[in-house]
């Protein structure tokens, strides 16, 4: 049944009697009531209200809803002054009236682009010598194929920064009138690129070098049919991304190591067992024995040896190893992983996201009044002291430490009427020294969204091409938009760069350079 909306008819001035005005008075309550009780039913149902559309602002002189008292900007930048020209036209005026006095020109510039097809035919020399052999003159170094270094850059631009997928790549190419194949086209895109993925390669280690927190997330990779992760790690300096089968500790762990593969016992990996428990049996023969391993070969071999064959056991003293290894190759042990609460993240010093925190509040559905007033009132308590927490990272302050864990204390552990609310409060206090970290290290954010922004990219291109097929192409996909982001980061041209590294010219400095340079003077 279609809803109808009934509009009070004009009413004329003689007829506004004392009865009429209170009718209308009581109409326009009943409106506002009903309207307020479709909004709560689309809320329980998981659906938006009504939104509010604020009024136009037409009839007071404007186009906002606050009068624009600002004055004009008189020393705005022409915005063609710093453009390059490349060609000059003159347009002479047409018949001037007789005696006018020429004054110059007035200038007027026209952006535009050439795209059109360039080919280059190369002539080679070629001399025969003596004893009958050829020598032919050599191609320059930026040639490396039939295809120019600035159709390779672009080729490689539109498909991982706009996101053009190969068919429609194929059909621009060849309406610009370049001759390829689709064969062609992929081997452009996936094969000759191991220099890319060298500097991707190169930008963790520098990364973890010079960084004191890093952001981490994963999602969902699917590869040649089979389900897959891909992680992401970074923070405002860099973006690194690699995709694997598995989004276990290990994994992550062995992502952290960079492509290396040490497992070793000391100070810090024993203080990880411990921690999580592991039995005292296993733990004195790791202790009596401890050793360094160059890979996951040997360090098996050790575990076989000493017996340790249980899988929680192996899973524990592997992922302590790879901590111990980790430290003794130089990470500082004091990085802070930020994450939202995936289990695979906690290793280090372990910061929580508040906004996923929050989610958990947000989320709640209430069934009343009473638990509707006491989820508003809770996530008002939150978000205060969210804004107290911003203010304290900006000024640190002991007082404001201690006043603060107190505050934490009494926002998650009262009791309301609302026991669904008391579960999910209960369980963020439990996470109390993930998420008052930042007192201790106001250097590190209170959210994840930096690594939730960077990881939505990937995701975006999951949908226009789906699962990866080859693994080179899955490395390939990884190195692409880890370097794209990096060069957002590092405020570089992607296009620039691209073209700077494919044309071999590499006046931009390698990336693990400008990352340590960038963490030595981070204004």
Not at 47 to 74: A, F, Q
Not at 235 to 255: G, Q, V, Y
Request: proline letters at 5%; glycine letters at 6%; hydrophobic letters at 35%.
């Amino acid at each position: 049944m279609s809803k109808k909306t009934v509009k009070l008819p004009k009413i004329d001035e003689s007829e506004l009697t004392p009865l009429v005005i209170q009718l209308v008075e009581i109409v326009q309550q009943q409106s506002e009531q009903i309207q307020t009780l479709r909004d709560e039913i689309a809320i329980l149902k998981g659906n938006k209200p009504k939104p509010k559309i604020k009024p136009s602002g037409m009839e007071t002189g404007n186009s906002g809803n606050k009068p624009n008292n600002k004055p004009r900007n008189t020393t705005q930048r022409k915005k063609t002054a710093d453009l390059d020209i490349h060609e000059k036209k003159i347009i002479p005026a047409k018949n001037p009236p007789a005696g006018s006095v020429f004054k110059g020109y007035k200038r007027f510039v026209v952006q535009g682009l050439v795209i059109e097809s360039h080919n280059i035919e190369y002539q080679l020399e070629r001399w025969q010598t003596p004893n009958g052999r050829y020598v032919d003159a050599i191609l320059p170094e930026n040639v490396s194929c039939h295809f120019s270094p600035t159709i390779i850059s672009f080729i490689l631009y539109q498909y991982h920064q706009c996101h053009v997928t190969q068919p429609l790549l194929l059909e621009q190419l060849r309406e610009y009138g370049v001759d390829i194949s689709s064969g062609q086209l992929n081997r452009l895109l996936v094969d000759d690129h191991e220099r890319f993925d060298e500097e991707k390669n190169a930008l963790l280690p520098a990364g973890l070098a010079v960084s004191s927190y890093i952001n981490v997330d994963d999602t969902g990779a699917r590869h040649q049919g089979k389900t897959g992760v891909c992680t992401h790690i970074g923070n405002p300096w860099f973006a690194w991304f690699e995709s694997t089968d598995s989004k276990s500790r290990i994994n992550f762990l062995h992502l952290l190591q960079a492509g290396h593969q040490d497992y070793r016992i000391n100070e810090e990996a024993l203080a990880y067992m411990q921690a999580q428990k592991l039995p005292q049996k296993p733990f004195n023969q790791l202790l009596a024995d401890m050793q360094a391993f160059s890979d996951k070969t040997l360090w098996e071999a050790h575990l076989k040896k000493l017996g340790i064959d249980h899988t929680r056991h192996k899973r524990i003293a592997t992922e302590g190893a790879l901590i111990g290894g980790l430290v003794e190759r130089g990470l500082n042990p004091d990085l802070v992983i930020v994450s939202d609460d995936a289990g695979q993240f906690n290793v280090l010093l372990h910061a929580l996201c508040w906004v996923h925190a929050e989610r958990l509040i947000h989320k709640l559905i209430p069934c009343g009044e009473e638990q509707r007033e006491a989820l508003a009132s809770t996530r008002s308590q939150i978000w205060g002291f969210y804004a107290d927490l911003k203010a304290y990272k900006a000024l640190p302050d002991e007082e404001k430490k201690l006043t603060l864990t107190q505050r934490f204390d009494e926002i998650f552990t009262q009791k309301t009427d609302y026991v669904t609310l008391n579960l999910a409060l209960n369980r963020l206090h439990k996470n109390k020294r993930e998420l008052l970290l930042v007192l201790n290290r106001p250097d590190i954010p209170l959210h994840n969204n930096l690594s939730e922004s960077d990881i939505r990219e990937y995701a975006k291109r999951r949908k226009v091409s789906g699962s990866t097929r080859s693994d080179t192409g899955r490395k390939r996909r990884d190195t692409f938009i880890s370097l794209k982001k990096t060069c957002r980061k590092l405020g570089i041209s992607f296009w620039q760069y691209l073209q700077d590294r494919v044309e071999k010219v590499n006046a931009i400095p390698r990336f693990s350079e400008l990352i340590r340079q960038r963490a030595a003077n981070p204004a």
